[in-house]
């Protein structure tokens, strides 16, 4: 099945860096998902995209809707010891057949008190 | 509101042995998915339904793995007979029928095959 391209594999930093990881896809959605996965646990949704081009934030993360439909971009300021866990971005095609998620590959994050 | 809930969170079975995981979604989500999330990589859709109907399976191994939705609610996902390559966490979500988004994730089962 089909995995979106994600970047970097694995970040490892010190805390109050900021952050910086992308998706790429093959094919266009018209919604992109950020969601962060800690061990033991399901992924749990951090940033939902609606529209190219649209950039939302929650909190100190930030995310951004490529205008071609076919990536994103998930930003983390200021990063604290709980950031730790696997970043996987998804798209989707909502009013589609399914509405099924398509993951990214993930990206590691290690940060560092 | 609960989430979704999962049983068992860890099952270790050896090949060519059947196992079954359970899920029960939040209450009220129309829509039903497994995942299977095998080690360094994102889930991947095996299953979908939609009530108690199947929407998208093209993506489950058929001659090994089945899943059932009885009255719309509870669903199983078997595993008969099991594969060393089949070790993974086996994910459930639930969406309600509308909304954007609105998926939520059980905690999981993971599978080892040995």
């Known amino acids: 099945g089909q995995q979106l391209n994600q970047s970097p594999q694995s970040m490892f930093i010190q805390e109050g860096e900021d952050v910086s990881m992308n998706c790429t896809s093959s094919?266009?959605?018209?919604?992109w998902l950020w969601y962060k996965q800690e061990p033991g646990e399901g992924p749990v949704l951090l940033i939902a995209?609606?529209?190219?081009?649209e950039l939302t934030s929650n909190g100190r993360l930030t995310a951004q809707f490529g205008i071609t439909r076919k990536d994103s971009f998930l930003n983390i300021s200021a990063s604290i010891p709980s950031d730790v866990g696997i970043y996987f971005c998804?798209?989707?095609?909502?009013?589609?057949?399914?509405?099924?998620?398509?993951f990214g590959t993930g990206t590691l994050l290690a940060v560092q008190p | 509101e609960a989430g979704v809930a999962q049983s068992p969170r860890y099952k270790i079975i050896e090949k060519r042995q059947s196992v079954a995981f359970w899920c029960n979604p939040i209450?009220?989500?129309?829509?039903l998915y497994w995942y299977q999330q095998i080690l360094g990589q994102g889930p991947k859709l095996l299953i979908q339904?939609?009530?108690?109907?199947?929407?998208?399976d093209s993506q489950l191994p058929k001659d090994r793995f089945s899943a059932e939705r009885l009255k719309g609610v509870d669903s199983t996902l078997k595993i008969q007979p099991a594969k060393l390559e089949d070790s993974a966490v086996y994910l459930c979500?639930?969406?309600?029928?509308?909304?954007?988004?609105?998926?939520?994730f059980g905690s999981g089962t993971r599978l080892t095959v040995v």
């Open positions: 979500a639930s969406r309600p029928l509308t909304g954007k988004n609105g998926y939520t």
């Open positions: 094919s266009i959605f018209n919604t």
């Open positions: 995209l609606y529209k190219a081009g």
């Open positions: 998804a798209g989707s095609n909502y009013g589609g057949a399914t509405n099924k998620l398509i």
């Open positions: 209450s009220g989500h129309a829509t």
């Open positions: 339904f939609q009530n108690n109907g199947v929407v998208d």
